[in-house]
């Protein structure tokens, strides 16, 4: 039912996108605000648009009209100290995916064309040079990286014929007893305002898990903050009433250079509650699997705590582009021997000792 006329337009940031009209289908890379495309079909609750993605109907606005052809009149990159970006002037902003490669960050803008294939880069920490090509109706531009750097946050905004997609650059450590000094970390205590989340072997009588995760995050808090951070949490008691999407909201508008949630896991109790115990780091983004893998090494060794890995799991406080983002699951509450450990004080400052250091180790390019 293609309608060359029926364009959708972007409502929100970070709109879900998905390879099919179903809410369990594959999520694609979610659009920003302003991104236009045609609809290609429709069911009662979703459109499908012209690129390939599927999204609920109540996520975009429809307008009647023709969408111009898109090209590209420039594409220019510039620098500052915090942000390597690119601007291209073209007539709309168009649908768009982008892939987090090991060795590169690729973006294809959906039905544009580029006469000039290249981007002058401005001098930057980040990339080596940056290339377009052709693929059918689209473009395909590629930034491969400089030896040692990665992707640490980007994000796309389309403001008065220009978009723009700015890289966040390296946070490297200051010299000195401050090495944190002038960034903004965000700590998220899970659980809270009346959600206690999982409970450990004393059930309501003892520590419940948004308890344990908030004394952890204070504890990591005033760790950070000796080392000349600026931290952000999104609750410093047990009565804030804040959702996951509040939390992720919070997230991409702080603008923090990483932000870690703070959990304790947990297995029903008619399970092998004795046998399951140790810490695990989660991901959702490529982007956030160094920083992952830094803090679950450094909270295992400073805990001794069974290492269950750092590892890939769709969370809502992790689908960000805009910085790293991970949670830490400090270990099970549901197994009575560990969790003697996850309520000791003692503990817990192993537990900060170990988390900061692995922010440490991260930006210090130990990745």
Same mark, same amino acid.
């Given at each position: 039912m293609e309608d060359s006329q029926l364009v959708t337009t972007?409502?929100?940031?970070?709109?879900?996108?998905?390879?099919?009209?179903?809410?369990?289908?594959?999520?694609?890379?979610?659009?920003?605000? =302003?991104?236009?495309?045609?609809?290609?079909?429709?069911?009662?609750?979703?459109?499908q648009l012209r690129y390939g993605g599927w999204t609920l109907?109540?996520?975009?606005?429809?307008?009647?009209?023709?969408?111009?052809?898109?090209?590209?009149?420039?594409?220019?990159?510039?620098?500052?100290?915090?942000?390597?970006?690119?601007?291209?002037? /073209?007539?709309?902003?168009?649908?768009?995916?982008?892939?987090?490669?090991?060795?590169?960050?690729?973006?294809?803008l959906y039905r544009t064309t580029d006469p000039q294939n290249r981007i002058l880069l401005a001098r930057n920490p980040l990339f080596l040079t940056a290339t377009g090509r052709r693929s059918g109706?689209?473009?395909?531009?590629?930034?491969?990286?400089?030896? $040692?750097?990665? /992707?640490?946050?980007?994000?796309?905004?389309?403001?008065?014929?220009?978009?723009?997609?700015?890289?966040?650059?390296?946070?490297?450590?200051?010299?000195?007893?401050?090495?944190?000094? =002038?960034?903004?970390? /965000?700590?998220?205590p899970g659980h809270g305002g009346g959600d206690p989340g999982a409970t450990g072997p004393l059930g309501s009588l003892g520590d419940t898990e948004d308890d344990l995760s908030l004394r952890v995050g204070l504890k990591l808090r005033d760790k950070l903050e000796a080392l000349g951070a600026a931290v952000i949490m999104t609750r410093e008691d047990g009565d804030t009433v804040i959702s996951l999407a509040e939390r992720a909201?919070?997230?991409?508008?702080?603008?923090?250079?990483?932000?870690?949630?703070?959990?304790?896991?947990?297995?029903?109790?008619? $399970?092998?509650?004795?046998?399951?115990? =140790?810490?695990?780091? /989660?991901?959702?983004?490529?982007l956030s699997a160094p920083l992952a893998a830094s803090v679950q090494e450094e909270l295992v060794k400073a805990t001794g705590a069974q290492d269950r890995g750092a590892s890939f799991q769709g969370l809502a406080v992790c689908r960000v582009y805009d910085c790293p983002s991970i949670l830490v699951e400090l270990g099970f509450i549901t197994n009575p021997y560990e969790y003697e450990n996850l309520a000791a004080e003692s503990y817990i400052i192993k537990e900060a000792e170990g988390i900061t250091n692995g922010i440490l180790k991260y930006l210090g390019g130990e990745k």
């Amino acid at each position: 039912m293609e309608d060359s006329q029926l364009v959708t337009t972007v409502a929100n940031d970070y709109t879900v996108m998905r390879v099919s009209n179903s809410s369990s289908a594959n999520r694609m890379t979610a659009m920003t605000t =302003g991104a236009k495309d045609n609809v290609i079909w429709e069911t009662d609750s979703y459109y499908q648009l012209r690129y390939g993605g599927w999204t609920l109907k109540e996520n975009v606005t429809t307008s009647r009209e023709i969408l111009p052809p898109n090209v590209v009149t420039t594409a220019t990159g510039f620098a500052t100290s915090r942000t390597t970006a690119i601007r291209w002037k /073209l007539p709309y902003f168009p649908a768009y995916t982008v892939r987090q490669l090991e060795d590169a960050f690729e973006i294809t803008l959906y039905r544009t064309t580029d006469p000039q294939n290249r981007i002058l880069l401005a001098r930057n920490p980040l990339f080596l040079t940056a290339t377009g090509r052709r693929s059918g109706e689209n473009m395909v531009y590629t930034f491969p990286y400089k030896p $040692g750097a990665s /992707l640490n946050g980007f994000s796309l905004s389309y403001e008065a014929g220009t978009l723009t997609l700015a890289f966040r650059n390296p946070s490297p450590l200051e010299e000195g007893s401050l090495p944190l000094a =002038g960034k903004t970390i /965000l700590l998220d205590p899970g659980h809270g305002g009346g959600d206690p989340g999982a409970t450990g072997p004393l059930g309501s009588l003892g520590d419940t898990e948004d308890d344990l995760s908030l004394r952890v995050g204070l504890k990591l808090r005033d760790k950070l903050e000796a080392l000349g951070a600026a931290v952000i949490m999104t609750r410093e008691d047990g009565d804030t009433v804040i959702s996951l999407a509040e939390r992720a909201a919070l997230i991409r508008s702080a603008r923090p250079i990483m932000a870690i949630s703070l959990h304790h896991n947990s297995i029903d109790y008619s $399970g092998d509650i004795g046998n399951t115990f =140790g810490a695990l780091t /989660l991901y959702s983004e490529p982007l956030s699997a160094p920083l992952a893998a830094s803090v679950q090494e450094e909270l295992v060794k400073a805990t001794g705590a069974q290492d269950r890995g750092a590892s890939f799991q769709g969370l809502a406080v992790c689908r960000v582009y805009d910085c790293p983002s991970i949670l830490v699951e400090l270990g099970f509450i549901t197994n009575p021997y560990e969790y003697e450990n996850l309520a000791a004080e003692s503990y817990i400052i192993k537990e900060a000792e170990g988390i900061t250091n692995g922010i440490l180790k991260y930006l210090g390019g130990e990745k």
